[in-house]
């Protein structure tokens, strides 16, 4: 059974479709949040601003709690309504969904962390073109991933797995010339290790964005296209359902 874009529930109990729609409603705030954090953190690292990092780091929490009431929900809807088909997918999607938005700000808190300790080292700026260009890009990701699951769009959620493989290279890229300026000035090293681990950061919020639009497809085709090339991806998702 196949999801219309944008429409989920349908049922004779109006609560059930009510909590299925606060449920997701949840996820998209959780999703926010997590966007607000990487901006924070880039920012902060751009700006060398401490107090902004650490806040980053110390803001988590809204995160971390937002997954756990979602997680609790869903377990409740579980329980209660013992859901089938379509309404299945998508509590299983949202469980998955939260939980790569919570590693997402886990990333994000790292970022946050290393903007602290570089502000005021005078590094940061020399270095940062590559970082903020990837953090951007990365960002975007998140925005669109979280776009294609409110929508319910297979064809969004795709483009956006696609852009992972360009946020692959240019983190690749980078990677290659951080570690050769380091060679050249080994008295840099503690610095660019600390943006060696941003960049990092950076890149695995892009994986974790790319997991999210496979659930989207997950969610509306009721196909795991988890572990298959792009191509096959593409495949199976506007293939029959």
Not at 37 to 61: F, H, P
Not at 121 to 133: E, I, Y
Request: hydrophobic letters at 40%; aromatic letters at 4%; a negative charge.
């Amino acid at each position: 059974m196949e999801l219309e874009p944008g429409k989920i529930g349908g049922h004779i109990l109006t609560r059930y479709d009510e909590d299925l729609e606060a449920i997701r409603t949840r996820v998209l705030t959780m999703g926010g949040l997590v966007e607000e954090q990487i901006a924070n953190a880039m920012k902060a690292l751009r700006e060398e601003d401490s107090l902004l990092g650490e806040s980053v780091v110390t803001g988590d929490y809204r995160v971390n709690d937002l997954e756990v009431t979602i997680d609790e929900e869903c377990t409740r809807i579980i329980a209660l309504r013992q859901p089938t088909a379509g309404d299945l997918r998508m509590v299983m999607a949202i469980v998955k969904t939260i939980t790569d938005l919570e590693r997402i700000g886990d990333e994000a808190e790292k970022i946050g962390r290393m903007a602290a300790r570089l502000a005021g080292t005078d590094f940061a700026n020399k270095r940062m073109t590559g970082v903020q260009h990837l953090g951007e890009r990365v960002r975007q990701m998140v925005q669109n991933a979280l776009d294609a699951f409110a929508r319910l769009d297979v064809d969004a959620a795709l483009e956006t797995v696609r852009e992972d493989e360009n946020v692959d290279h240019e983190y690749e890229t980078l990677m290659r010339a951080l570690m050769t300026y380091m060679m050249e000035d080994p008295r840099q090293m503690p610095q660019v290790m600390d943006i060696i681990w941003c960049a990092r950061a950076l890149e695995r919020i892009g994986d974790h964005a790319k997991n999210i639009c496979e659930y989207v497809v997950y969610l509306v085709k009721g196909k795991d296209i988890r572990h298959t090339s792009l191509e096959q991806m593409e495949r199976e998702a506007h293939g029959p359902a």
